[in-house]
């Protein structure tokens, strides 16, 4: 798809998509430029502590769907009245429809026994492989291409399907296809479930103000 | 600066920066891009759940410089040899040159009491303020700023510092500043400490295989 490819442009552009896959396959040299751009992301002391597994096959895919589809009503069975019904309208996941689910995990044993910088954070690790995601989602916006990123499933699940061995965390699964447009307005927005709130209600000068929060 | 703001050229030019901070002011309709850059980012459930502190208080800059510079030499003693000499030409901070630090928090009671698609995975919350970094950090690129990631630093210490309330996870300070220039290779790998891997490494086809991975 001719569309911008400039970077505020993509990023007012991305959105979570679940909808709007059309189940044509993804070209193999896209996908190699958004895999690349993943693998360009900083990473505490150069670690590129990540690893993507691309699935396709039709049977992984449903058994995905089919355990993502219970934890969707695990968590709807927390749900009460309004929140219940308005949660009803919202579809969570486009894993067959897509037809292709990139795994992200992260590998805390790359980059050797001493981490630069992440002595005293041991997080530091998995944000670098979230920063890899963001990448991939706006090269992949940037390409016309739809993203998902499912986040209703169990990590021992998906590290199970995918055969990560026991070191290796399952950070996300995305959905990733070609899409017949993204959507203006957030659908949890669209459908009622929260709006987004202004950017000065989460900035703070010098110091951290309750009050310059918004109310939750 | 006049550069491209293409996506991918913003990507492949991002770098950690330490040492090229000029400490020229960051205009205020910039930094304004760059935090709506970030407040842009996706989120789980749509709770948006991060908070920025700029910082530009000399003191405040001075304090936790300090305490960088400690966290730095008790992460050095843990080093033997060739590893210990090559650390001591890296430079791991730009607190005070920058002249600012904007510290990124995670509220995890923002967006209610039920979080849509964090029942499962408790961390995706924290997934999407790193989410926000990375936008963060693009745009800053765009405009021609340079970003530095400090991680050399305990939680707790960042937390007291800001005012942060018990709930508030610190999860980076970023010194943001204009700058001489973006080296064109990144720190770690020009002072011999660690050399980016190539893409094929982390790729695997419906399931991980140990194989494809490079050794660490």
Redesign the interface.
């Given at each position: 798809m001719q569309q911008s490819?400039?970077?505020?442009d993509?990023?007012?552009r991305?959105r979570?998509t679940r909808r709007e896959f059309t189940g044509e396959p993804v070209d193999d040299g896209v996908l190699?430029?958004i895999?690349?751009?993943a693998?360009?992301?900083?990473s505490?002391?150069?670690?590129?502590p990540?690893?993507?597994?691309?699935?396709?096959?039709a049977t992984?895919l449903e058994t995905f769907r089919d355990h993502v589809t219970d934890?969707r009503a695990?968590?709807a069975r927390?749900?009460d009245g309004e929140?219940a019904a308005t949660?009803e309208r919202?579809k969570?996941e486009g894993i067959v429809e897509s037809g292709l689910g990139i795994v992200v995990?992260y590998?805390p044993?790359?980059?050797?026994p001493?981490v630069?910088?992440?002595?005293?954070?041991a997080?530091?690790g998995?944000?670098s492989v979230?920063?890899a995601?963001?990448?991939l989602?706006?090269?992949a916006t940037?390409e016309g291409l739809g993203v998902g990123?499912v986040?209703?499933?169990?990590?021992e699940f998906l590290r199970d399907l995918?055969?990560?061995?026991e070191h290796?965390r399952p950070?996300?699964w995305l959905c990733v296809g070609a899409v017949s447009g993204l959507p203006e307005v957030?659908d949890?927005?669209r459908f009622g479930?929260?709006?987004?709130?202004p950017?000065d209600g989460?900035?703070?000068?010098?110091?951290?103000q309750?009050g310059s929060?918004l109310a939750?």
């Open positions: 490819a400039q970077l505020y993509v990023i007012n991305r979570d190699h430029r895999l690349s751009a693998h360009c992301a900083p505490v002391g150069m670690s590129q990540w690893d993507f597994v691309m699935v396709r096959d992984t934890e695990a968590y927390t749900l929140r949660f919202i969570v995990g590998d044993t790359r980059g050797g001493n630069l910088g992440r002595h005293a954070i997080d530091a998995l944000y979230v920063c995601i963001q990448n989602w706006l090269a940037a990123w986040s209703f499933y169990r990590e995918v055969g990560f061995p290796v950070v996300a957030p949890l927005e479930w929260r709006h987004r709130s950017l989460v900035l703070h000068d010098e110091r951290y309750a929060n939750t």
